[in-house]
C-alpha cells in the first residue's frame, strides 16, 4: 500500500519537473549546439595561423570549414555536446556537497557515479581530440602513417609505424576530460547558484563569457603541463601497448615524445593547448548555458485559473514534497512577489470563498516558519555537538527536521533511472549538514578540537550503556562482555589517534564543516526576506488582517534563529567576517552563505520593526524576546 501510494506522488513530481525544467534543458541544449560552429571556426582559424601571409591563412580556413569532413565532425562534436549537457542535468544540485574531511573527498571522487562521469568525459575528451586532430590537419591527422625510414621498405607489412603525435592527441583530450569531471566534483561544479540581481539571460551568458574564455586558455595550459608530465613518465605504456596491438612499428627518424627533447616541440605544444581551450570551452558553454536557464526565475500562480493547475500554484509547491530544485524555485519566485508584485501579494492576503478562510496565507507561513525552525534546531544541535566533543546530547529542542527529495533523485527529468536510484547514497554520509540529513546520531571531533586530542569516532559505532525494556524501565549493568568490547573500542582509537598519516585522511577541516553547516541556507534566507517582505507590506495592504494572527509566532521564530546565530557564531574558528573571494568562472558563493543568512536575518527583522514600530509592543512574547524588540526598535542591534 505505501509503494503504490508514493507513486503518484513521484510521478506528480516528475511531471511538475518537466514543466517547469523541460523547456529550460532544450533550450540550453539547443544554444549551445547552435554556438558549436562558431567555436568551431575559431578553432580552425588559429589551428592554422600564419601571422606572414594573412589572406591565405583566412581564405584556407574558410575553404576548410566548408568542407565535406569539417561537416561530418561538426555533427560528430554535436553529439559530444547532447551528451556533455545530459550529464550536466543528471548530476545538478542545488545544495552544494561540501566534504568535512580528506578521506570524504577521495571516498566523493571514487563512487561509482563519478567514476562513471569520469569514464564518460574523457571518452568524450578523446573524441574532440580525436576531431581537433583531423580538422588541424598535417601531421597530426591519422593514427597509422608510412614511415620515414629506409629499413621500412623491406617487406610490405613494416611499411606502417604508430603516428605518435596523434596519439598524444588522443591521450591529451582523454586527460583533459577526466581532469574536467575530477574538478567538476572536486570543486562543485555541479551545484546551482541562484542570481541575487535578476537579468536577462543574455546579459548574464554576455557577462560570464570573456571569464570563460579566459579561465579555458589558462586550465588548458595547466592541464598541457600536468600531461606532459604524465606522458613523459608513462607515455612509453600506451605506446607499446598500440604498437603491439596493431602490429605497428616505430618510426626510428623522429624524436620519441616521452623525451625532454620530444616535449619541446612547440608546434605540437600550441596545438594540444588549442585543442584544451576548444574542448573547455565548449563543455563549459554547456555548463553555463544550463545554469542560466535552470536559475531563471519562474512564475508559481498564487491563486490556479483552473483545476488542473492546482499542482502548480505558489502555496501548494512550498508545502509539498517537490524536488529541491522546484522548491528553490518557488521561494525566488516569493521572494520576488513579495517585493515587486502588489496585486499577488493582495492573492496572498485574500480569504477563500466560500468559507473566508486565509489559506494561501496560511500555507505560505507556515513552509517558511518551518524553514526557520528547522535552521533554529540545526544549529543549536551542532552547538550542543560540539560543546560536548563530538557526542550528540539530549537537546531541548525536539528534533523533527523536514524531509527533502535527494538533489540527484528527482533533480533530472529523465525519469527514475540507476543513476537517480543511486543518488544521495554517499553523499548523505559525507556531506556534513546536507539537508537529507540535518540530525546526526554521531559525529566526529569537535569544531576547535587540535589534532592531537581528536577521537577517531568513524571506526565505531556508538553502543548503549544501559538498555530499556518494553516498559520503559532501565535495565541493569553492562555486561562484562561489552565492557571488553568497550575497553577494546578505546584502545583501537587511542592507538590510531597517535598515526600521523591516519590523522590527516580523518581530522575534520573547521572551515569546511562550518560551510556544511549552512549549505542549504539559500532557501531559508528566502524564505525570511519573502516573509518579512510580505509582513511588512500587510501594514498597508492587509485589509482582512490575515497577518496580525501570525505575527506573534512570526517574531517569536526570527528572535529565536538570531539568538541561535549570534551563539553559533560565537563558537571557535567561526569567522565573523566574510573572506574576500576573487571573481573565478567557478561559483564559490556556497562558502559565505553564513553571512548572507546572519545579514539576511537581522535584515528582516528590522524591516518589521520599522515598519510596525511601537505597536509591536501590543505583541505577546516572552520578557527576554521584549526586550530583544526593544533593542531592534531603537537600533541598538
Known sequence: MATAASRPSAGGSRDILWRVLGWRIVASIVWSVLLLPICTTIFIIFSSIDLFHPIQWLSDSFSDLYSSYVVFYLLLLSVVIVI????????????PCIPCSRLALIGKIVHPQQVMHSFIHASMGMVMAWCAAVITKGQYSFL?????????????????????????????????????????????????????IQQYKFLRFRRSLLLLVKHSCVESLFLVRNFCILYYFLGHIPKAWISTAMDLRKDKQLHPLDTV??????????????????????????????????????????QPSFAEESDECLPKVLNSNSPLIIKYLALQDLVLLSQYSPSRRQEVFSLSQPGGHPHNWTAIS???????????????????????????????????????????????????????????????????????SPQLIRRGPRLWTSASDQQMTEFSSSFPSTSVSAEGKTVGQPSMIYSWIQNKREQIKN???????????????????????????????????????????????????????????????????????????????????????????????????????????????YRI???????????QASAEHQKRLQQFLEFKE
Open 84 to 95: 556533455i549537457n545530459i550529464f550536466n542535468v543528471e548530476f545538478y544540485t542545488v545544495v
Open 261 to 302: 627533447s620530444g616535449l619541446l616541440n612547440l608546434s605540437l605544444l600550441y596545438h594540444v593547448w588549442l585543442c584544451g581551450v576548444f574542448l573547455l570551452t565548449t563543455w563549459y558553454v554547456s555548463w553555463i548555458l544550463f545554469k542560466i536557464y535552470a536559475t531563471e526565475a519562474h512564475l508559481f500562480p498564487v
Open 366 to 436: 507556515r513552509e517558511c516558519l518551518s524553514l526557520l525552525n528547522d535552521m533554529t534546531q540545526k544549529l543549536v544541535f551542532y552547538q550542543e555537538a560540539a560543546a560536548t566533543n563530538g557526542r550528540v546530547i539530549s537537546s531541548s529542542y525536539p528534533m523533527e527536521p523536514k524531509k527533502f527529495n535527494s538533489p540527484g533523485s528527482l533533480g533530472t527529468p529523465f525519469g527514475s533511472s540507476v543513476m537517480n536510484r543511486m543518488a544521495g547514497i554517499f553523499d548523505v554520509n559525507t556531506c556534513y549538514g546536507s539537508p537529507q
Open 144 to 196: 597509422v602513417v608510412p614511415c620515414t625510414g629506409t629499413e621500412s621498405l623491406d617487406s610490405p607489412a613494416a611499411q606502417t609505424c604508430l603516428n605518435e603525435y596523434h596519439l598524444f592527441f588522443l591521450l591529451a583530450g582523454a586527460f583533459m576530460g577526466y581532469s574536467y569531471s575530477l574538478l567538476y566534483f572536486v570543486n562543485n561544479m555541479n551545484y546551482l547558484p541562484f542570481p541575487i
Open 609 to 619: 520593526t520599522t515598519t510596525f514600530g511601537e505597536h509591536l509592543n501590543a505583541v
Open 495 to 605: 592507538f590510531l589517534s597517535k598515526r600521523v598519516l591516519i590523522m590527516y585522511f580523518f581530522s575534520k577541516h573547521p572551515e569546511a564543516s562550518i560551510q556544511a553547516v549552512f549549505s542549504d541556507a539559500q532557501m531559508h534566507i528566502w524564505a525570511l526576506e519573502g516573509l518579512s517582505h510580505l509582513v511588512a507590506a500587510s501594514y498597508t495592504e492587509d485589509r482582512f488582517g490575515v497577518v496580525q494572527t501570525t505575527l506573534p509566532a512570526i517574531l517569536n521564530s526570527l528572535l529565536t534563529l538570531q539568538e541561535a546565530v549570534d551563539k553559533y557564531f560565537k563558537l571557535p574558528h567561526v569567522s565573523s567576517k566574510p573572506p574576500r573571494i576573487s571573481g573565478s568562472l567557478v561559483d564559490t558563493s556556497y562558502k559565505t552563505l553564513r553571512f548572507a543568512f546572519r545579514a539576511s536575518l537581522k535584515t528582516a527583522i
